[in-house]
Structures are given as structure tokens and as C-alpha cells.
């Protein structure tokens, strides 16, 4: 007679491989997985790249000036500025300032008047309701107003006035953000997408397994084996968290690849996914995956359907994306807030990306309160599983 | 062996409680080793269920179910690890291939190594699967798909065998395979139950029938005898003669 135990191992053995079988071979499932994993870095690249082109450059405005030779210093100034003339627009942006149309009439009494210090009416032209144009002709009246100044500052000063008169209040803005805010933003992103990622890439194989299972007539041929239903849910849950925890992987390896190709330091971040940052947050998102898993799970075998399974379970997703936000708009974070999953994770993220220290027991009492509801989850569904509910269900 | 006795079922409607379904109402019988029993039943008549119950899914109001002794609500695990079962309603796990099919339930029932190996090899054998074997199951044909799933069933070689209607589907030549591996079983002393809608079949094949009807016996005896019970010269008409009075001739 062989050992209890033996039988066990055997059982289990073929029952996970078995649902790995499946869930390999399920090129749909797969590719969600794996979507989610290569849209990420991507994402996050694009993002970035746009952020640091708003923040730190001044591109170019092409602007078509006429009677720009009645006003060489005035266009010079411009070109100081980045306002260049719209003759010079490269070939690829030509047709973008063209619609924009961007015109500053310079007239041609423009050195008479100069000189003989009669005011000059410049007109600019373009559609202001544009919110592209907008930025430009900003720059444009800045620089003007800079330029107008600067020349009535001179004149008063040959007059013998001092300047500081025109300026009796001065108004001092210190910005406390710290140079990486924008950085935050990214990174902060990156955490919510991780718990998304945890969430999403073990679905389409969590239902396959189980709300398909029993749309394929397979799950009664199941039930009626001499195996406890306790081993068939755990080996489904090894299964869908598996693939969970690969996309989760993916995601942290080629992020961590792709930022080296966009050049954060120009708004003053450095972005630190460096191998222990990596497992940390690996460390931090097992036991969601785990989770994430025995919640689908757990609903996926309770519908009748496996359309009704991909839509309830659908709505399961909301929570990664809704728990993260409501708690960053939070002012006072109840304690009890630490301890849930999801929210106790998201909070340790949030405070490793803005680089403060690890709190370890933070770490430690949210993973356990995950890993014991999710062990909960896993015996009530065991559970369900020999009730004839769900027997009769199966026709 | 299997024994019924006295199992009793309803389906309560929460809702609306006149809807309430008497699905069996004191079914006992006994299927013997070495003896190919045929269960026969009008649609609705409770097979699937006592089936169901048998093997541990349902748990039934009143009276209980044995296999070699081992109480089905008891010790469902040790009795479903004597029980090969060809259920109802089948499926197959479309991206495994029939041997991985076959393999999977094989260490469902503990075997593993050699033992498992030879086990596989020799059911594929029986059942001629030899091409079929490696290719996966999709698109596989009903006869087919049967083949494979009386595979997963037999390949554990167990002492009690249940077919839910086993031969549907099936062509001539699967047919006779399948009455020669149930013939062979029941000459090595393995007990057989049976349930179809083909008389000639249980007539040929079964050495006792059971009759069920309104989820209770209705009739039991040799095809021989059911036929002399009803005073008709072949089981069909005994068949329908026998669920078609209230009482039933006999219990």
C-alpha cells in the first residue's frame, strides 16, 4: 500500500502540470500576459519622453514675421528666444506652423519711431483659440514685453531715473517642488501598473480553469476522481498566479531595461530600478498575485457561464486601479489601511519610489493579512467545490 | 460491488415550493462482481442522479450508497479510488494530447512510474488508440472523443466500472471493442454498471437489468426474466410495459 503522502505528491504533480499544460498552450491567455508586460516599459518611455520635452525645452516657434528688416534687433532678440522666422522652418514641421500661422506685422515706420520714441503698435495674428498657438504667442509677448522694457529701461536710465522706481513691489516665487516631482508621477504610475499587472495577467488562464473547465463538461469528470478538492484548487491557483507572477517579472526586467534609453537626468531624476528596488517590489507583489489569483478563482467558479465569469471577474479588476487612487487623494491614511492587501502594498511602493526607508514590518504584516486571506479564499472554494450547488450547476 | 439502498432525493425549488423535484424515491439495488448490470430508465426517471450520488457528487436525503463496502458520503475519496467512471455528459481537455488525457487521470488514481507507464501503453492498445495517442484532442470526432474518455476511465483497471450511456455515438467497430473490454472485465471478476437506451444492446450484453422509473425500481431480473414478467417477447415491449403501469408488475 503506498504512503498517503506519496499519493498526494502524485496527484498534485499531475494536476499542476496539467494546468500548466493548459495554460502554456493557450496562446490567448499568453498573450495577455505578456501584452501587458511589453506595454509597459513602452508606456512608461513615451510618457517620460513627452514630460521631459514640455518641462525642459524650449522648441522652436516659427513665426512669420513681416517687415522683419525694419527691426534686426528686435529679431535678433526673438531669435534669443527660440522664435525663429518662419522661412526657416525645417521641411517635416512646415506644414504644422503653416496652419498655425503665426504672424507679426513689424511697420515700416518702425526705426522712425523707435527713434523718435513715439510708441509702435506691432500686431500679432493668429487663431488664440487654438490651444497650440497658445503657447507660442505666450512666448512671443513675453519676449516682446522683455524686449519693450529693456528699451524703456535704457531710456529712463539716460534720463537719470532709477529703474527700481517702475518696480515698487517685487514678488519672489520660491517653487518647493523637488526637482523629480514630475519623476514621481512616472514612477508612481509604474506602481499602479504593477498591481494591475498582477492582477490582469493570470485572469484569462483563471477563468479558462475554471468557469471553462465546467463549460467544457470537464470539471464533472474531475470531480468524480479520488481527489480532494482542496488539491484541484491548488493547483489551479499555482497555475493562474504563476503566469501572473512571470508578467510581473517581464514588466520589472523591461522597464528596467527601457528607461536607460530616455534620458531622465534633464529633469533631475534618476531613476533607481536597480536589482534590489526589483525585488523588493517582486517580494511586495507575490502574495497579490497570489490573491489576485484566488479572487478570480473564487468568483470565476461561482458563475454559470464563462461569459459571465469574464464579466464579473472584469469588474474585479477595477479594484488594483480604484484602492491605489481613492488612498492617494487621502489626507488621513487610517492605520487599519497598512494592513490590507492592496492598499498596505500600494502604500509601501508609493514610499519606495520617493526613496523613503523601507518600514520591514509594514512589509511583513501586509504580506501575512494577504496570504491569510488568500488561504481563506482557497478553503472556502475547496468547500463550495463538494456542495451540490455547484454540482448541480454543472448541466 | 455496488450497492443502493433506499436513496432518497428531492430538488427543492427555494422559490416557489410546489416545483420541488422527487428525482428518487427509495431506489435500492445491488450490482454483483463479475456481472454486467444493465440500468434502464425512461428520460427523467433519476439514473443520472442515483449515478451522481454514487459517485459521491449528490448526497442523497435518505438511504445510502456503497462501492465494495465503502460508503459513497462517508469515505467519498476511498470509494471513488474503486469506481472507473464514464460520465454522462464528457469533455475532453482540448489542448492536451489523448496520452497526456490518459497519463493526468492515471496519477489522479496514485500510479505513477513503470507502473503507470505499461498501464497507459496497454489501454491504448485495448482500445486500438495507438495513432490517436499523441496527436492533441481537438477536433477529435465523437467516437473519438468517446475512445479516449472510456481510456481515462479504464486505465486505472478499476474493480467497479459505471458507463453513462457508453455506446452512443460510437461506430460498429468501437462498439464490439467496447463489449469485448466489458466482456473481459466481468470475466476477471469486476463489477459493471450499465445504463443505456439500446435494448438489443442490454439485452446482448447485460446479465441482470435494473428498471427504473419515477425514482424508484420499476423491475429487476434477467433480460429473460423482465421479458416473462411482462409477458412479451422482447425487452422493448417489456421495457415500456413495465415503466408504463403506476405500480409496476414487480419490485
Given at each position: 500500500m503506498m504512503s498517503n503522502l506519496t499519493r498526494d505528491l502524485i496527484q498534485l504533480k499531475a494536476l499542476v502540470l496539467k494546468e500548466y499544460r493548459e495554460a502554456f498552450r493557450d496562446k490567448r491567455a499568453l498573450m495577455v500576459a505578456l501584452m501587458m508586460a511589453i506595454l509597459a516599459p513602452i508606456g512608461i518611455m513615451m510618457i517620460s519622453k513627452i514630460m521631459i520635452e514640455k518641462l525642459v525645452d524650449e522648441p522652436p516657434v516659427y513665426v512669420k514675421f513681416s517687415g522683419a528688416e525694419y527691426a534686426p534687433q528686435l529679431i535678433k532678440h526673438f531669435a534669443d528666444n527660440n522664435l525663429l522666422a518662419f522661412v526657416d522652418v525645417p521641411a517635416d514641421e512646415k506644414s504644422t506652423w503653416q496652419q498655425r500661422s503665426i504672424t507679426l506685422n513689424i511697420p515700416a515706420n518702425y526705426a522712425a519711431d523707435m527713434a523718435a520714441g513715439k510708441p509702435i503698435q506691432l500686431h500679432l495674428q493668429a487663431d488664440f483659440t487654438d490651444k497650440a498657438v497658445q503657447p507660442p504667442v505666450r512666448r512671443i509677448n513675453n519676449a516682446l514685453r522683455a524686449f519693450s522694457l529693456s528699451i524703456g529701461y535704457k531710456r529712463l536710465l539716460l534720463r537719470g531715473v532709477d529703474i527700481r522706481l517702475l518696480n515698487p513691489l517685487e514678488l519672489v516665487e520660491q517653487d518647493t517642488a523637488k526637482p523629480d516631482a514630475t519623476f514621481m508621477l512616472i514612477s508612481m504610475m509604474l506602481g499602479l501598473y504593477l498591481m494591475l499587472a498582477a492582477f490582469m495577467s493570470g485572469l484569462s488562464v483563471a477563468i479558462d480553469s475554471s468557469a471553462g473547465e465546467r463549460e467544457r463538461n470537464v470539471l464533472e469528470m474531475l470531480l468524480c476522481q479520488p481527489v480532494s478538492t482542496l488539491k484541484i484548487v491548488l493547483a489551479k491557483l499555482i497555475s493562474a498566479s504563476t503566469i501572473s507572477v512571470i508578467g510581473v517579472l517581464l514588466i520589472l526586467l523591461l522597464t528596467s531595461v527601457s528607461v536607460g534609453f530616455v534620458d531622465l537626468t534633464k529633469i533631475g531624476a534618476t531613476f533607481s530600478l536597480d536589482l534590489s528596488t526589483a525585488a523588493i517590489l517582486l517580494l511586495l507583489l507575490l502574495p497579490i498575485c497570489f490573491f489576485a489569483s484566488a479572487c478570480q478563482l473564487f468568483v470565476a467558479f461561482q458563475t454559470k457561464s464563462f461569459k459571465e465569469a469574464q464579466s464579473t471577474v472584469g469588474m474585479l479588476i477595477g479594484i488594483p486601479a480604484f484602492i491605489p487612487f481613492v488612498i492617494s487623494m487621502m489626507d488621513d491614511r487610517p492605520q487599519w489601511l497598512n494592513w490590507l492587501p492592496i492598499a498596505g502594498q500600494s502604500m509601501i511602493i508609493e514610499k519606495i519610489f520617493k526613496g523613503v526607508e523601507l518600514d520591514w514590518l509594514a512589509v511583513f504584516t501586509t504580506s501575512s493579512v494577504t496570504i491569510v486571506i488568500t488561504v481563506a479564499l482557497i478553503l472556502a472554494l475547496a468547500k463550495k467545490l463538494k456542495s451540490e450547488k455547484v454540482v448541480m450547476a454543472l448541466s | 460491488m455496488i450497492e443502493v439502498n433506499n436513496l432518497h432525493k428531492s430538488f427543492i425549488d427555494k422559490k416557489n415550493k410546489k416545483n420541488t423535484v422527487k428525482a428518487l424515491d427509495g431506489l435500492s439495488f445491488t450490482a454483483n462482481d463479475g456481472e454486467i448490470t444493465g440500468i434502464l430508465g425512461p428520460n427523467g426517471a433519476g439514473k443520472t442522479t442515483c449515478l451522481r450520488t454514487l459517485y459521491g457528487l449528490l448526497c442523497a436525503d435518505e438511504g445510502f450508497a456503497t462501492i465494495d463496502g465503502i460508503s459513497v458520503t462517508e469515505k467519498?475519496?476511498?470509494?471513488?479510488?474503486?469506481?472507473?467512471?464514464?460520465?454522462?455528459?464528457?469533455?475532453?481537455?482540448?489542448?492536451?494530447?489523448?496520452?497526456?488525457?490518459?497519463?493526468?487521470?492515471?496519477?489522479?488514481?496514485?500510479?505513477?512510474?513503470?507502473?503507470?507507464?505499461?498501464?497507459?501503453?496497454?489501454?491504448?492498445?485495448?482500445?486500438?488508440?495507438?495513432?490517436?495517442?499523441?496527436?492533441?484532442?481537438?477536433?477529435?470526432?465523437?467516437?473519438?472523443?468517446?475512445?479516449?474518455?472510456?481510456?481515462?476511465?479504464?486505465?486505472?483497471?478499476?474493480?467497479?466500472?459505471?458507463?453513462?450511456?457508453?455506446?452512443?455515438?460510437?461506430?460498429?467497430?468501437?462498439?464490439?471493442?467496447?463489449?469485448?473490454?466489458?466482456?473481459?472485465?466481468?470475466?476477471?471478476?469486476?463489477?459493471?454498471?450499465?445504463?443505456?437506451?439500446?435494448?438489443?444492446?442490454?439485452?446482448?450484453?447485460?446479465?441482470?437489468?435494473?428498471?427504473?422509473?419515477?425514482?424508484?425500481?420499476a423491475a429487476q431480473g434477467t433480460p429473460q426474466e423482465l421479458c416473462e414478467l411482462a409477458g412479451e417477447s422482447n425487452l422493448e415491449e417489456a421495457f415500456v410495459k413495465l415503466i408504463g403501469s403506476d405500480e409496476g408488475v414487480a419490485a
Open positions: - | 467519498p475519496l476511498a470509494a471513488r479510488a474503486k469506481l472507473g467512471i464514464f460520465p454522462d455528459k464528457f469533455g475532453l481537455y482540448e489542448r492536451l494530447t489523448a496520452y497526456e488525457q490518459i497519463d493526468y487521470f492515471a496519477s489522479l488514481h496514485g500510479m505513477s512510474g513503470q507502473v503507470k507507464k505499461q498501464a497507459i501503453e496497454q489501454v491504448i492498445q485495448d482500445l486500438d488508440l495507438g495513432e490517436l495517442a499523441h496527436r492533441k484532442t481537438v477536433g477529435f470526432s465523437q467516437g473519438q472523443r468517446m475512445k479516449i474518455t472510456l481510456a481515462q476511465a479504464l486505465v486505472h483497471q478499476p474493480q467497479n466500472f459505471v458507463l453513462d450511456e457508453p455506446t452512443r455515438g460510437l461506430d460498429v467497430m468501437s462498439t464490439r471493442i467496447l463489449r469485448n473490454h466489458l466482456a473481459k472485465f466481468k470475466a476477471k471478476g469486476h463489477c459493471i454498471l450499465f445504463s443505456s437506451h439500446v435494448m438489443q444492446e442490454v439485452a446482448a450484453l447485460c446479465d441482470r437489468v435494473i428498471i427504473v422509473a419515477n425514482g424508484k425500481l
